[in-house]
């Protein structure tokens, strides 16, 4: 085969050029030997051959892309790496001093409105204890629909007396989340009390009341999960939203139809998609706080049985005012609570204390001691606070007589705002101790609107009733409502009373108005 070779080249080399070729030709085969010794005595070197040729035959284009990998890596890792500082720019002194002298920081907050501004100008500043009546700074008595004093339970001298005596027994806090030292005596009793009023198996007490909902949503649903809520939920309830990372829907607001249309798409897109199951939730309040109508519970249970849902509602505004033993919306619809399965409320509005409450089953208030994050994390409800929530779930229960005096005072001032101002709309239901007055008149801006409404208020205050705007943090609402004067309806008051501070707001009202079209 070499004489072959030799007599093939020999017309075109020399006998020189043939002896470096054949020199060549041994050295590279010499070199791929010893390389292929080499590489069978690594070890699995056998194995990756076979899976190289494996992949290449079944997807070449696999094989293709790993090799664009491991080049990347190579290039990635081996090339020069940027230095930072490498290519700065040297400024002089004098330009330095320039740029320092020319910045200008953000402020840390956004500038305050005129609305702002004027409200914290005339802010009432109040001299005595909180109650339907309040002695200003300037030493006159105002009647207060300001305050969520529903049941009049604020001044209970019952109340009064057994905190101070927790106070006297068990001092000021616990200073401590109730997993650690934290939980006393009345705590237990005041769960026990709640579930007992209720008709929930269990409940589990929160030492705060906005942080309840906030962090009871956020310790079932999780990342993945859907939650359907109403477009009208409060700030508190959309925090718990927010928290919990889950798969937010909203329908529009107290719309049963649209809820339904709102199901109906996600079942479709779940079926379309073949998207695993994952835990589903419906959110909606008792009685929405920006709003003051009540749900319609019947058919939120009919639709989140037939959608298998799970419910939760939050009643920190029907909790002890609706119903004819004023236990929620439950009560006031005749629903079994345990069709339900989550209800969550603050103790700060009608029973007059402090903290919130979740009820439901044993398994959903448990689960809550590990994963609520409030309950985990916060101190503990002072025992004072306690006994006065547990005092005023009592209150409630013997004191049938201030729901109903609540129903007549709530009749009374709709009654007579609805005769006598035209300029406004009166939002609410008629059995809500909640009345929103919205203008009906045009407005060039929101704070335009805002600035007549806290005129209103002012005037309102100057002729002896405490009224005020509904109060929403701007940038963290999803959707802000209609600038409104939020009425909170007491029981404490007397049929004059109520009467009287009607015909103030109409007064204030007619005169702020009247006033600003000219």
């Known amino acids: 085969m070499t004489s072959t070779y030799h007599s093939y080249a020999a017309p075109f080399v020399n006998d020189a050029a043939r002896d470096i070729a054949d020199s060549l030709v041994v050295a590279v085969n010499s070199t791929f030997t010893v390389a292929v010794r080499v590489y069978d005595a690594i070890p699995g070197s056998r194995w990756f051959a076979k899976y190289v040729q494996i992949s290449y035959q079944n997807d070449p284009y696999r094989t293709l892309l790993e090799i664009g990998l491991v080049i990347f890596m190579i290039w990635y890792f081996g090339g020069k790496k940027h230095k930072p500082g490498s290519h700065e720019v040297k400024l002089t002194e004098q330009e330095i001093q320039e740029l320092i002298d020319e910045w200008e920081p953000e402020p840390l907050v956004p500038e305050l409105t005129r609305t702002q501004r004027l409200e914290l100008e005339k802010l009432p500043l109040i001299n005595g204890p909180a109650g339907p009546k309040l002695k200003l700074a300037d030493g006159k008595e105002r009647l207060n629909l300001a305050s969520f004093n529903f049941l009049g339970a604020m001044n209970d001298e019952v109340t009064k007396e057994k905190a101070i005596k927790a106070l006297r027994k068990y001092g000021v806090g616990s200073c401590g989340p109730c997993g650690f030292y934290g939980t006393i005596d009345v705590h237990m009793e005041l769960e026990n009390e709640v579930a007992k009023f209720l008709g929930t198996e269990a409940a589990i007490v929160y030492s705060q009341g906005f942080s309840t909902i906030a962090s009871v949503i956020p310790a079932f649903a999780k990342r993945g999960d859907i939650v359907v809520a109403d477009a009208g939920v409060s700030l508190a309830v959309q925090k718990g939203l927010h928290v ?77 005012t609706v119903g004819d033993r004023g236990a929620g919306v439950c009560n006031h619809f005749d629903v079994d609570p345990k069709r339900v399965d989550i209800i969550a409320a603050t103790f700060s509005n009608a029973i007059a204390s402090a903290g919130g409450f979740c009820a439901g089953t044993k398994e959903i208030v448990e689960h809550q001691r590990l994963g609520g994050l409030s309950y985990v994390f916060s101190a503990s409800l002072p025992a004072m606070l306690a006994v006065a929530a547990i005092e005023g779930v009592k209150y409630i229960e013997s004191h049938g007589d201030a729901l109903k005096k609540l129903w007549e005072n709530i009749s ?11 300029q406004i709309s009166l939002e609410g239901d008629d059995k809500s101790p909640i009345a929103h007055l919205r203008l009906k008149s045009s407005f060039a801006n929101r704070d335009e609107e805002e600035y007549a409404l806290q005129e209103i208020v002012d005037e309102c205050a100057r002729n002896g009733v405490l009224v005020t705007r509904a109060k929403y943090v701007l940038d963290q609402e999803m959707s802000v409502p209609t600038p409104s004067i939020r009425l909170a309806i007491s029981a404490a008051h007397t049929r004059k009373e109520v009467e009287k501070a009607a015909s103030v707001i109409a007064s204030a009202v007619k005169k702020i108005l009247s006033t600003a079209r000219k």
């Open 412 to 422: 009374t001032m709709r009654n007579a705002l609805r005769k006598t101002v035209q």
């Open 244 to 320: 919990s990372r889950s798969i937010v829907k909203y329908f529009k607001h107290n719309d049963m139809e649209d809820l339904e249309r709102v199901l109906d798409q996600i079942n479709k897109e779940q079926i379309k998609k073949k998207k695993p199951l994952t835990r589903r939730f419906i959110v909606v309040e008792g009685i929405y706080a920006n709003h003051g109508d009540i749900c319609p519970l019947p058919q939120l249970v009919e639709l989140k049985e037939r959608h298998k849902y799970r419910l939760i509602v939050e009643e920190s505004f029907s909790f002890g």
